[in-house]
Nanobody, 126 residues
Framework: VQLQASGGGTAQAGGSLRLSCAAS????????MGWFRQAPGKEREFVAAITRGGSITIYADSVKGRFTISRDNAKNTVYLQMNSLKPEDTAVYYCAADRVLLTTTPHRQAREYDYWGQGTQVTVSS
């Protein structure tokens, strides 16, 4: 599967952005989906993930209550709605696909993911 992330940009602290990740192919529903981010000089970190059917979502503590992950399987797209943005949210954001069984809880570890998008830059100014 190929992933194409979009929607990044610049926002002020307290503002919102919505990221999208479009997947190619007809097997989108075979994958749990995740969002990760990497700030300059830091390791890639988990942000959020969602099960194949969309019934279970998990979040990093740093974004819980501010970010929402969702997916539209008819459109082969996963979204990350980011509200109440903070300067520390500044990073390149990556979407990723994890081929799993239907009932598998989403993974937080990047090594579990099989495919990655190219990343989209999010910059939050104070």
């Amino acid at each position: 599967v190929q992933l194409q992330a979009s929607g990044g940009g610049t926002a002020q602290a307290g503002g919102s952005l919505r990221l999208s990740c479009a997947a190619s192919g007809r097997t989108f529903t075979s994958y749990a989906m995740g969002w990760f981010r990497q700030a300059p000089g830091k390791e890639r970190e988990f942000v959020a993930a969602i099960t194949r059917g969309g019934s279970i979502t998990i979040y990093a503590d740093s974004v819980k209550g501010r970010f929402t992950i969702s997916r539209d399987n008819a459109k082969n797209t996963v979204y990350l709605q980011m509200n109440s943005l903070k300067p520390e949210d500044t990073a390149v954001y990556y979407c990723a696909a994890d081929r799993v069984l239907l009932t598998t809880t989403p993974h937080r570890q990047a090594r579990e993911y099989d495919y990655w998008g190219q990343g989209t830059q999010v910059t939050v100014s104070s």
